[in-house]
């Protein structure tokens, strides 16, 4: 490891950032402690503080990056998928990520911030939407009359229930199977009663 005095600013926020990450995705969200985070990267507590204002501006970060990866595997998942119809593609992927990363995206929804509390970094809320962006222009490429994004919410919001189901249960190759038709069968619903309605 380099000494402390070859990093940047820039460059000890992303350290930070990453040893965090790495340890929401081993160990889990309460696992996430400053301390260990300092050891992990060689630098001091007060280092880590220098850099963000607390654990909740940390977190924030750590979940901004959370939904833009998300939306990046999301769309990789799409361009090398076989399934044609796009919502398929895009719920699909979003399950992938979700066993690939069950740590950071189990955070997402694990934590929030202290009410009254106004931490919430800039670009939290693009990375945030962006997701439901995706799956918008997922539903416009089936043609013109595309739900409202309440709609669209609503059926994101559903994928995230799949998905939690999935991790209450022990991961196994069976269990994902199961979550990843009872995906498509939510889609499908979606798509019968929408198209219907």
Known sequence: MARRSEHSQE??????????????????????????IAADIGYTVGSIYMVFTGMDDLIMHIKMRTWQKLAKSIE?????TEIQVPIEAFALGYLDFVVANEGL???????HLPIGKAAVPEGYLQAQVGV?????????????????????RALVNSMQGVSMQLLIQQLSDESIAVAKLEMLLLVS?????????
């Open 132 to 152: 439901l962006l995706l799956a918008d222009r997922q539903f416009k490429k089936l043609g013109d009359q595309c739900p409202d994004k309440q709609v669209v």
């Open 76 to 80: 990789s998942y799409m361009a090398t």
């Open 11 to 36: 460059e000890i926020k992303q350290m930070i950032l990453e040893a965090a990450e790495d340890i929401v995705q081993e160990y889990g969200f309460s696992a996430l402690k400053v301390r260990k």
């Open 105 to 111: 995206w189990r955070m997402l929804f694990e934590h």
């Open 189 to 197: 619903c979606f798509m019968r009663g929408w198209q219907t309605r």
